[in-house]
Nanobody, 127 residues
Framework: QVQLVESGGGLVQAGGSLRLSCAASGLTFSTYAMGWFRQAPGKEREFVAAISWSGGRTFYADSVKGRFTISRDNAKNTVYLQMNSLKPEDTAVYYC????????????????????WGQGTQVTVSS
């Protein structure tokens, strides 16, 4: 079955950087769009970024644009989220998502549009 396993979360000071990874298995990774969402305590799951199957198209939430970069390595079945200039409001559990049919754009910002999810990794940014 499809498995998505996130790693790379942790505690970092404001202004610092982290790189999240999501290793995928049980799917033909190079044919799936991949995404990152996050969820802070008491809040709904929020879109962060998405990348097309080829890596040629990316889409970001306004709140992270210019600070976060999504990328993928189809040879390693892994998607990454490089997070720079982190802020305390970036604190959340970060989830990886995958879907074979999703179009990377506004549609990708809908959590319900994604078929597969990882377990999440905690990111905490201290002020």
């Amino acid at each position: 079955q499809v498995q998505l396993v996130e790693s790379g979360g942790g505690l970092v000071q404001a202004g610092g950087s982290l790189r999240l990874s999501c290793a995928a298995s049980g799917l033909t990774f190079s044919t799936y769009a991949m995404g990152w969402f996050r969820q802070a305590p008491g809040k709904e799951r929020e879109f962060v970024a998405a990348i097309s199957w080829s890596g040629g198209r990316t889409f970001y939430a306004d709140s992270v644009k210019g600070r976060f970069t999504i990328s993928r390595d189809n040879a390693k079945n892994t998607v990454y989220l490089q997070m720079n200039s982190l802020k305390p409001e970036d604190t959340a559990v970060y989830y990886c998502s995958a879907d074979h049919h999703i179009r990377v754009g506004v549609h990708a910002a809908l959590a319900l549009a994604w078929g597969y999810w990882g377990q999440g990794t905690q990111v905490t940014v201290s002020s």
